[in-house]
């Protein structure tokens, strides 16, 4: 009964409402909200020119230098070879620069070397250079009148000719080791500072000025290298 009661009052509930046209699909077809929902949606673009070539939207124009980058910098390969030919040219640049340094180092040592043995014996020619010195005098003491006479003492003859081949033999034995007398007199040389020393000055007659007329003490050479100067009288006629 009461599931009855309850059925007749919402029968009656419905009929009382209003009941409101049913509007058909086809009549929003051409409305205009078709129209714009019915739009196909399309993205914006964007034109660049970029050398001449262009490109749409947001697009990063390729170039040959984007892609030449683009592939060293992708490229681990690439990167180690230039790696590698900047170490072997660096290397190279130290091998020529060790390779000149060795050579001035053999040069300079043989340098070094020669003026070692050309000069080994400069102290011992400056000590030797006295006795010289001495058997020099020794031999001009003696005159050429003395030895020409018919009387002349024998005895004396065979000293000054015993000397005489004694200091030939030493100036012969010195010259093999390279050092050498020299007397400007005997060949009238024009005054040199760096092989002679004046120690005094006149006029004479037929000689030109400067010229070492007169020798003192002669002077020896080592190798090129001055011992010795020569001391000198030099001519001075102005």
């Keep these: 009964m009461i599931q009855r009661l309850l059925v007749r009052r919402s029968i009656a509930f419905s009929s009382s409402i209003p009941r409101t046209p049913t509007v058909s699909c086809l009549s929003h077809y051409n409305s205009p909200l078709r129209k714009i929902y019915a739009t196909p949606f399309l993205p914006k673009c964007y034109s660049t020119t970029v050398e001449g070539k262009t490109t749409t939207g947001g ?9 030449s980058e683009n592939a060293t910098e992708g490229d681990p390969l690439k990167k180690e070879l230039e790696a590698k030919n900047r170490e072997v040219i660096d290397l190279k640049d130290k091998y020529l620069r ?12 043989k340098r070094e070397i020669q003026s070692a043995k050309d000069f080994a014996i400069t102290r011992f020619a400056k000590d030797l250079i006295d006795s010289v010195d001495n058997l020099d005098r020794a031999l001009s003491t003696v005159s050429a009148e003395k030895l020409s006479q018919d009387d002349a003492n024998q005895d004396l003859v065979n000293l000054y000719e015993g000397l005489k081949m004694t200091n030939g033999i ?8 390279g050092l050498k007398r020299f007397d400007p007199s005997e060949t009238g040389e024009k005054f040199d500072p760096n092989l002679h020393e004046a120690t005094f000055q ?8 400067g010229t070492a007329f007169h020798t003192q003490q002669k002077g020896f050479i080592l190798n090129g290298r001055v011992v010795r100067a020569a001391k000198v009288g030099v001519v001075k006629n102005s």
């Design 59 to 67: 697009e990063v124009p390729v170039t040959e230098e984007t892609n």
């Design 170 to 177: 030493l100036m012969q034995t010195l010259e093999k080791h």
């Design 202 to 209: 006149t006029s004479m007659e037929g000689k030109e000025d």
């Design 98 to 109: 060790s390779v000149a340094d060795f050579r001035n180092l053999q040069d300079r040592t």
